[in-house]
């Protein structure tokens, strides 16, 4: 490519917090138009701090001390703050890691898509409206005439993550700093919006930088990868290169792990053959939307079972139901034999702290006003009555636990990152001591070897201490790993339940095996050769 095809120089970046320590050190990378970067690395490792400096941006108190960042030919650091206000959205756009917690809650969803091109001056009301119409199809969005008259409550994770795709697209930007655009995806939207951002880049010839923790995703679309380690550069090369030949000890361990990902594992543990909590025939419904539809299930002590399906097929709003969150219609949910209350305010202590939730998304889950001590130290308090000192030991023992520093009582939970909030959120359940945690995603914002360090954190907690889990996820890869039976769902029914080895084994029902058929490989020809076989077979 020639020159004028460059249009991001970033030189010796360092990103600084208030006490002076980096966050991000000495870090140089170039940009050309319609090339993709990959960044790889640990939770805190420094990708979305990269990303959004590449805005000008430091988030929270963080404050980009040293190093050139030319979009252009234009030093954004010698631009004043209302400069820089003109770029955002306009020339840079950025899909957050966390779409719920990037929407304005009392504002519709086409409002809020349609804010930045009229607000630039790129486009009339009835143009942005119709580009936006555009997108929502594009991204296959479930009625899309009329999807963006939702509130963003309304919508799945999935679909609201779609939903902040086309918002950064708006306004046909420069460059997209793509913060795990897919975190909160099924596999099988996974192909489609991948599918879209790949056609999106080479139709408007558009740069970008590519955030994420999955090897095999990011290598669908990155011509070149930059893994980086506590704020550090470790190594950069062409995808195909660090897939096949890393040189640095730590990409290696990336890859490794990734790859382990695909293989089955033969699950076996001291689990109670008696259900410890067993949802019977339960619906769930929202206005006038039936969300779960006569669902049956069951989880012994000391035993995982995985639900898995697509966006919007009932997962998470069966994890609501059986906490009480979500008020069934018909159905019973029992603890140990007990009939629980449909509602949560009509359930007891007792029961309350035996059934615990991980949220999916911790930017909405954690107070932002109270230090991780006291969000973690609520519950010791609240379930044992432990004195001020034992709740203050017992938070330092529960963020050892989870693999933070006990000095991170201290801080609040805005200063970071998205995989040590989801760590927070675990500790949070874990501090009731509880028979069933309800897995709601719980390693969707971790790194290959962060969240594998905390599945066998969950796994040994599960040998010690006799845990259920009922794990919700849309990683098919974890579901080998950990769990004894699985449940597939669809439309907010169970389609197929059993044993996760017969689940995961042929013949497989039809929708099981489309999602099997979506999980990514580690090659970069692999998307490419998944649409083809899709079209082949429509055709």
Not at 256 to 280: F, G, H, M, N, Q
Not at 371 to 377: A, K, L, S, V
Not at 511 to 528: A, F, G, N, Q
């Amino acid at each position: 490519m020639a020159n004028q095809d460059l249009i991001l120089n970033v030189e010796h970046l360092a990103v600084e917090v208030p006490s002076g320590a980096r966050i991000v050190d000495d870090v140089s990378f170039e940009l050309k138009r319609g090339e993709v970067l990959g960044l790889i690395g640990e939770s805190g490792a420094g990708k979305s701090t990269i990303g959004l400096a590449a805005l000008h941006y430091g988030r929270g108190a963080c404050r980009i001390a040293g190093g050139s960042i030319v979009l252009d030919g234009q030093d954004l650091r010698q631009l004043d703050p209302a400069a820089c206000r003109t770029i955002r959205g306009r020339r840079v756009a950025y899909i957050a890691q966390s779409a719920a917690a990037a929407f304005n809650p009392a504002i519709r969803i086409i409002d809020q898509v349609t804010e930045g091109p009229l607000w630039h001056g790129l486009m009339n009301e009835s143009e942005a409206r119709a580009w936006a119409l555009e997108l929502f199809r594009a991204l296959d969005l479930p009625n899309p005439d009329n999807f963006g008259e939702r509130y963003p409550h309304q919508v799945s994770g999935g679909q609201l993550q779609r939903a902040m795709a086309a918002m950064a697209m708006s306004c046909r930007p420069d460059i997209l700093v793509l913060d795990e655009p897919t975190t909160a995806l099924d596999v099988t939207t996974q192909i489609e919006v991948l599918a879209l951002l790949k056609k999106l880049i080479r139709d408007f010839n558009t740069a970008a930088l590519y955030i994420t923790h999955d090897l095999a995703v990011v290598a669908q679309v990155a011509d070149r990868i930059m893994v980086l380690r506590h704020g550090k550069m470790v190594e950069m090369g062409e995808t195909s290169q660090i897939l096949l030949a890393p040189k640095m000890d730590y990409t290696r361990a990336l890859v490794a792990e990734r790859k382990s990902a695909d293989k089955l594992s033969v699950i076996s543990s001291e689990k109670s053959d008696k259900p410890a909590l067993e949802a019977t025939g339960v619906t769930g419904i929202y206005g006038t939307f039936t969300a779960v539809k006569n669902v049956s299930i069951s989880v012994a002590r000391g035993e995982t079972v995985a639900v898995v399906g697509e966006s919007g097929s009932g997962k998470s709003s069966l994890a609501r139901l059986i906490v009480g969150l979500l008020p069934r219609t018909t159905g019973d949910v029992r603890l140990h034999g007990e009939v629980l209350a449909p509602a949560l305010k009509n359930r007891n202590r007792d029961i309350l702290r035996k059934v615990q939730l991980i949220y999916q998304q911790p930017d909405v889950a954690l107070n932002p006003r109270q230090t991780i001590g006291e969000i973690i130290g609520r519950p010791v308090a609240f379930y044992f009555n432990r004195s001020p000192e034992q709740v203050k030991a017992r938070v330092a023992e529960l963020l050892r636990l989870v693999g933070l520093p006990e000095d991170y009582a201290d801080r609040l939970s805005t200063a970071l990152s998205g995989g040590q909030k989801q760590r927070i959120c675990i500790a949070r359940a874990l501090a009731a001591e509880p028979d069933i945690i309800i897995c709601d995603e719980p390693t969707s914002a971790l790194d290959q070897l962060v969240a594998d360090e905390i599945l066998k954190l969950l796994k040994k907690l599960q040998d010690d201490l006799g845990v259920g889990y009922l794990f919700i996820t849309h990683d098919l890869g974890i579901v080998r790993r950990i769990a004894h039976r699985t449940a597939v769902m669809l439309k907010g029914e169970i389609i197929a339940q059993g044993p996760t080895a017969e689940i995961f084994a042929p013949p497989f029902h039809p929708y099981t095996e489309k999602l099997l058929s979506s999980v990514p490989e580690m090659r970069t020809d692999w998307l490419d050769d998944v649409l083809a076989k899709r079209m082949a077979k429509a055709g």
